[in-house]
């Protein structure tokens, strides 16, 4: 089962210093920064999923540059992340529309063509066809024959819309034959799905993407998957479109599912409230020191007269020093969690996060952890403080994933105790 990640540019500056929180005055953004891959020795995914809608959107979605579209276009999707002769072997590029990025509009703002130009220029492995998501599912619709239920005719629509663009995406891609092409099946329960994908199939695509199934409970996904691999071809491959439940990989490679993206090992390291740090057997939250500086809360309250700026600035440094003494074990938990306290009253007052925070202190998880990221941030891996540690503790969740994922599928009769992901995954745009 290959694991792809969405990509959003998240880089990292290797220039970094994370006691002074400096960076080098050479570094040039584009050439020194470095992606996940580019930070572990090990493994740590099997390819990424760019989308068309943060490649090539300018403002909103867009996530590159003007000079970035145009090394991308020069170079294709592989130099540009620099991936060519990666020492973990391969890793495959799956190119889509990034759907979310459009799932608001009428009708998606791509052409079959301009999708299709868009994978041909990257020079990708995999292209997903053109769809349209649908948000609403609901399995009480299926109580009555397909097509004469009660579903409401935007949403017929969308998947019949997601139907005809896929057909039409798999003559073009056909003709070109520089990628595979991958079906889309959007749906609003498990027979719709199925209808989708016996449509995909007849069309005559063996590798099947589902999508809109972010929001999903997990036995709903799992009730609806089961129902599809009813119907699957047995030479037709399936990936999930978003999501992943680690506890049911198992199920979902017995139904066909060969694949799957997901940003939440990432995105949760600095979007959850509370599961920013993964180990092999749980979660903990990182412990909040906000730069006085950047934290556009605390500057309001500061302009307000609510909070003196000298004493923000003295209690951010405090937990710093803190810190950084807890980890050479020169200091004890219970005054740095007093530190931290009286700080988050600061930056975050009716917050509390006592209980949080002495957990992760007395389990100092970071020092267990032999990823790159840990070895060489230590505790700065746990602090959530800006982009450089944040997207880091991204990074080392994104392994412990990878890791487990791997542990998981590799003994599937003996069950071992997994990270929970979350029920719903992460809508990110
Ligand atoms: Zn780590």
């Given at each position: 089962m290959d694991y792809f990640l969405p990509d959003s540019q998240d880089l990292v500056d290797p220039?970094?210093?994370?006691?002074?929180e400096t960076r080098s005055p050479d570094r040039i953004r584009h050439r020194d920064d470095r992606y996940a891959h580019e930070i572990f020795?090990?493994?740590?995914?099997?390819?990424f999923l760019v989308s068309k809608g943060i490649v090539d959107s300018?403002?909103?979605?867009?996530?590159?540059t003007g000079p970035q579209r145009r090394r991308f276009d020069r170079d294709g999707v592989k130099r540009f992340f620099r991936a060519i002769g990666h020492p973990w072997g391969k890793l495959r590029f799956m190119g889509d529309c990034g759907a979310f990025t459009y799932v608001?509009?009428?009708?998606?703002?791509?052409?079959v063509d301009e999708v299709i130009e868009f994978y041909v220029r990257g020079r990708f492995d995999l292209g997903v066809s053109v769809d349209h998501i649908i948000l609403d599912y609901n399995?009480?619709?299926?109580?009555?024959p397909f097509g004469q239920s009660g579903v409401p005719q935007e949403i017929l629509d969308r998947q019949t819309l997601t139907l005809t663009l896929a057909k039409e995406f798999l003559e073009r891609a056909n003709q070109e034959k520089s990628f595979i092409p991958m079906g889309v099946a959007q749906g609003w329960s498990p027979a719709s799905y199925a209808h989708a994908v016996k449509a995909l199939q007849k069309m005559g695509y063996t590798y099947i993407a589902i999508g809109?199934?972010?929001?999903?409970k997990t036995d709903k996904l799992v009730h609806m998957l089961s129902e599809v691999n009813a119907i699957r071809k047995r030479n037709v491959k399936l990936h999930l479109l978003g999501v992943t439940r680690l506890e049911k990989i198992v199920d979902f490679r017995s139904f066909g599912v060969a694949s799957f993206d997901s940003t939440s090992p990432l995105r949760r390291a600095w979007l959850d409230a509370k599961v920013n740090y993964y180990t092999p057997d749980r979660t903990y939250t990182a412990i909040r020191v906000p730069q006085v500086d950047g934290n556009v809360r605390l500057q309001k309250r500061i302009r307000a007269g609510e909070v003196k700026q000298e004493h923000a600035l003295a209690a951010e440094a405090k937990c710093l020093r803190y810190m950084a003494e807890f980890d050479a074990g020169k200091r004890a938990e219970r005054s740095v969690v007093q530190a931290l306290s009286d700080y988050e009253k600061i930056h975050?007052?009716?917050?509390?996060r006592t209980e949080v925070y002495r957990e992760v202190l007395a389990a100092r998880p970071w020092k267990d952890c032999s990823c790159e990221v840990c070895k060489s941030l230590g505790h700065h891996v746990?602090?959530?403080?800006?982009a450089e540690r944040n997207r880091r503790r991204g990074f080392h969740n994104i392994h412990v994933f990878y890791q487990q994922l791997k542990l998981e599928l590799a003994r599937p009769k003996r069950r071992v105790q997994v990270l929970r992901e979350p029920e719903q995954g992460v809508l990110t745009i």
């Amino acid at each position: 089962m290959d694991y792809f990640l969405p990509d959003s540019q998240d880089l990292v500056d290797p220039s970094f210093d994370f006691t002074k929180e400096t960076r080098s005055p050479d570094r040039i953004r584009h050439r020194d920064d470095r992606y996940a891959h580019e930070i572990f020795k090990g493994r740590a995914f099997d390819g990424f999923l760019v989308s068309k809608g943060i490649v090539d959107s300018s403002g909103g979605t867009g996530r590159y540059t003007g000079p970035q579209r145009r090394r991308f276009d020069r170079d294709g999707v592989k130099r540009f992340f620099r991936a060519i002769g990666h020492p973990w072997g391969k890793l495959r590029f799956m190119g889509d529309c990034g759907a979310f990025t459009y799932v608001k509009e009428d009708v998606p703002p791509f052409s079959v063509d301009e999708v299709i130009e868009f994978y041909v220029r990257g020079r990708f492995d995999l292209g997903v066809s053109v769809d349209h998501i649908i948000l609403d599912y609901n399995p009480e619709w299926d109580a009555r024959p397909f097509g004469q239920s009660g579903v409401p005719q935007e949403i017929l629509d969308r998947q019949t819309l997601t139907l005809t663009l896929a057909k039409e995406f798999l003559e073009r891609a056909n003709q070109e034959k520089s990628f595979i092409p991958m079906g889309v099946a959007q749906g609003w329960s498990p027979a719709s799905y199925a209808h989708a994908v016996k449509a995909l199939q007849k069309m005559g695509y063996t590798y099947i993407a589902i999508g809109g199934v972010v929001p999903l409970k997990t036995d709903k996904l799992v009730h609806m998957l089961s129902e599809v691999n009813a119907i699957r071809k047995r030479n037709v491959k399936l990936h999930l479109l978003g999501v992943t439940r680690l506890e049911k990989i198992v199920d979902f490679r017995s139904f066909g599912v060969a694949s799957f993206d997901s940003t939440s090992p990432l995105r949760r390291a600095w979007l959850d409230a509370k599961v920013n740090y993964y180990t092999p057997d749980r979660t903990y939250t990182a412990i909040r020191v906000p730069q006085v500086d950047g934290n556009v809360r605390l500057q309001k309250r500061i302009r307000a007269g609510e909070v003196k700026q000298e004493h923000a600035l003295a209690a951010e440094a405090k937990c710093l020093r803190y810190m950084a003494e807890f980890d050479a074990g020169k200091r004890a938990e219970r005054s740095v969690v007093q530190a931290l306290s009286d700080y988050e009253k600061i930056h975050d007052p009716g917050g509390d996060r006592t209980e949080v925070y002495r957990e992760v202190l007395a389990a100092r998880p970071w020092k267990d952890c032999s990823c790159e990221v840990c070895k060489s941030l230590g505790h700065h891996v746990i602090l959530f403080r800006g982009a450089e540690r944040n997207r880091r503790r991204g990074f080392h969740n994104i392994h412990v994933f990878y890791q487990q994922l791997k542990l998981e599928l590799a003994r599937p009769k003996r069950r071992v105790q997994v990270l929970r992901e979350p029920e719903q995954g992460v809508l990110t745009i």
